[in-house]
DNA sequence: TCCTTGAACGTAAGCGCTTACGTAACCGCT
DNA sequence: AGCGGTTACGTAAGCGCTTACGTTCAAGGA
């Protein structure tokens, strides 16, 4: 964790405390108080301070501010990938809402390795940050989550705060996306269609966010009578190029699909992609849907129907959550899943 | 500052380094010496030490570890806006970087404010970071220029490092795409496809890397005559809407033009939305051209052709010339532009 | 055998802050 | 005038680490 870091500076020429104090001509005690806006300084003298201060060109050091017990001012974000749209509109939204309260973020990408995942998050309290928000769904994987579970809580134990987004088995604040009620929208809508010969390209069943969006689709299909189960489905990485493989094994195993749902806009894009060069026109002969609504959908050729999630806002809200003082029960917010039916979908050639 | 920050725990469960020293029946020095690797330990003892560390999951409290001088393990990452694709790539690449080395990374986005640049550089380095990363263009205006460079010179003086993506006109170590040679092979494949009307739509050209793009394109432009001063040229924010923006202006100002060379991706984007929206068949009436190479430009109907500029990468390199010991003159590393024509470009209708 | 030497470890002094506690001055009250 | 109660400030004890400097002890040279 040290080798390549770089030593730090020994003294460097930044004015430190007590020479404020000594500029004001008061012990630095006061000064500390002046500075944080503690009570027990006259007005008078915390502007003094203030200004001297100002002049100086003083900025509290951070890791002595913590270390002594001040307040924390930096929080951190672990993601599954920060190259992906999905995460990065989400971070994009947490940094705004960070900015804006004079708090930095730290921000790690685990790669969507699990085992990743929870080394970056203990290596973030222990780098000793108010808060943590954990983005990105949860893996299956029963000891992992147990890990984390067990990290988290003995963060919060130690005062911390958490909040996570998109992993509602945590008893911790939630931002919640409506991954099930947006699963079911969309299967919806393309079963209304009239398509009944659906396939299905998926990520990995191991994150709960695929879960939750197939049991929506589940139910959707139910309704029909067909189910996820019976439904010609692929696993791939959760990635356009994921899509691209799952769309080329889909096209093999069920060539007569009128419909293709993508568990996320990335693998649509793949699909897209492959269904393009393949010379299959969407959705004259294929319909193709996404989940997410990243930017880029709306730019697609055909433009991507796709179920709306409000990433930016869930960032913001996730560390809104935490940066509230802690209640005794987690709390959860939801964020609304929204049907946007675009030039991708259409009824099935008949 | 403070404000809002959540307090630090007290005490927290966490076992301390004298926790350690005491289970491992040492002094806390040599049980310091025996974590961090330094010499004057028996290889027996600080086997011992380490062993007891990690059964009580002990992790060293980085703010304290700082304040007494220990290597620094942040790094800090100031980005325009980090939902953009391309600052988002960037980062991707520091992140992975950062993971393997064992740093994690502070990240603030600016968005495109030159005062909250400012200010967030000023925020990484009080928070204490070993070494601060600034991508993006640099901002042309004079008085901003000089305080940020007078800041990182400070920085520097004081034993932080620094690299930029970017911003050749610092004199720090930098990792420079090739903007004015992209900008020239990408304004030489417009022309050399016989485009005599053409557009140009940029973001403002108080950043330096639209002015050293727009160089690269003028020197195409001269090759046949023209140049980007008798060019109708409008000038937007450098995002997607403001590339819808910039097209809708342009195409009103000149109608008759076979080809839009955009600054960017986001904003080829956008005025591929808006002529679609208005019916006119790219490439078949005009050629747009777009910079970056983002993800999803290959997945845009018509595929975009644009210059590619490894986003990933630059950041990588950026954090290794920011981990590399300082020299004594600043360094550079170029990156490659390359161009890559896909679908979106074509010969003007004759 | 005595002294030098260096490896191995301990002692303690901070790093720059926050804050509990102590102290002095001053208020109004009886 | 004498008292308790504020208020405004100073003193000093850490926060959990790193590291310069001491100390101890075994090995080696004379």
Redesign the pocket.
């Known amino acids: 964790m040290?080798g390549s870091g770089t030593?730090a500076r020994?003294?460097?020429s930044?004015?430190?405390?007590?020479?404020?104090?000594e500029e004001a001509?008061?012990?630095?005690?006061?000064?500390?108080?002046?500075?944080?806006g503690?009570?027990?300084?006259?007005?008078?003298?915390?502007d003094r301070v203030r200004t001297v201060a100002a002049e100086l060109g003083?900025?509290?050091?951070l890791?002595?501010?913590t270390?002594?017990?001040?307040?924390t001012s930096v929080v951190g974000l672990v993601v599954h990938e920060i190259g992906d749209p999905y995460f990065a509109e989400i971070a994009s939204g947490v940094l705004g809402l960070a900015a804006a309260e004079g708090l930095t973020v730290q921000i790690c990408h685990s790669g969507r390795d699990p085992e990743a995942e929870l080394t970056q998050i203990r290596t973030l309290i222990a780098n000793g940050v108010g808060a943590v928000i954990v983005a990105g769904s949860g893996f299956v994987d029963r000891e992992i989550r147990a890990k984390v579970t067990a990290t988290l809580k003995s963060y919060l134990a130690d005062g911390g705060r958490v909040a996570v987004i998109g992993r509602h088995h945590l008893a911790v604040d939630t931002v919640q996306p409506e991954n099930d009620k947006g699963g079911h929208a969309i299967a919806e809508h393309v079963v209304s269609l009239g398509h009944r010969r659906i396939g299905i390209i998926s990520g990995s069943r191991a994150l709960t966010t695929i879960h939750d969006r197939l049991g929506g689709m589940d139910r959707a299909l139910q309704a029909v009578g067909l189910g996820v189960a019976s439904t010609p489905l692929v696993e791939a990485a959760f990635t356009r190029d994921g899509g691209k493989e799952a769309a080329l094994e889909l096209l093999e195993r069920a060539p007569d699909v009128t419909a293709i749902m993508a568990l996320n806009d990335d693998m649509a894009i793949g699909a897209l992609s492959v269904l393009r060069d393949r010379g299959i026109p969407v959705p004259g002969q294929i319909s193709v849907t996404g989940f997410d609504d990243v930017a880029v959908a709306q730019d697609l050729a055909p433009s991507l129907t796709t179920v709306r999630l409000p990433m930016g806002e869930m960032g913001r809200q996730a560390l809104e959550l935490a940066l509230s003082p802690a209640a005794k029960r987690s709390r959860r917010r939801t964020a609304r899943a929204e049907l946007i039916v675009r030039a991708s979908t259409a009824a099935p050639r008949t």
């Open positions: 040290a030593r020994p003294h460097g930044r004015p430190r405390l007590s020479d404020v104090a001509g008061v012990s630095i005690a006061t000064a500390s108080r002046a500075l944080s503690a009570a027990g300084v006259s007005e008078s003298m915390a003083y900025v509290a050091n890791h002595a501010r270390l002594a017990g001040g307040p």
